[in-house]
């Protein structure tokens, strides 16, 4: 059974940081694509940061992320970061953890049940 649970999530002030961890039951090495993805009231989901682990490792981020947010992988706590930086208003969303695996070219993806980011002054 698979199991994602982030954490993490908070409140903080515009320009602040901060870092989400998602905790992975089986290990991370199971796992074709590990990443995080956000949703706002109102808004669909959208990817933040992914690793893709098809043919070799493959970063890729929203484009709002680029340069503020880094995701990271650590094999030996099974856990996937996403360090946040320069936060802004926008930013504030559900942050969710996802997984991915393909079996038999079929694809499943795994989620976490989210954690809340504020960003306000």
């Known amino acids: 059974q698979v199991q994602l649970t982030e954490s993490g999530g908070g409140f903080v002030q515009p320009g602040g940081s901060l870092r989400l961890s998602c905790a992975t039951s089986?290990?991370?090495?199971?796992?074709?694509?590990m990443g995080w993805y956000r949703q706002a009231p109102g808004n669909q989901r959208e990817l933040v940061a992914a690793i893709l682990r098809i043919g070799g490792d493959r970063i890729i981020y929203g484009d709002f992320a680029e340069g503020r947010f880094t995701i990271s992988s650590d094999s030996a706590t099974n856990t996937v970061d996403l360090q946040m930086n320069s936060l802004k208003p926008e930013d504030t969303a559900i942050y969710y953890c996802n997984a991915g695996i393909v079996v038999d070219q079929k694809p499943y993806d795994y989620w976490g049940q989210g954690t809340q980011v504020t960003v306000s002054s």
């Open positions: 089986p290990s991370i090495g199971s796992f074709n694509a």
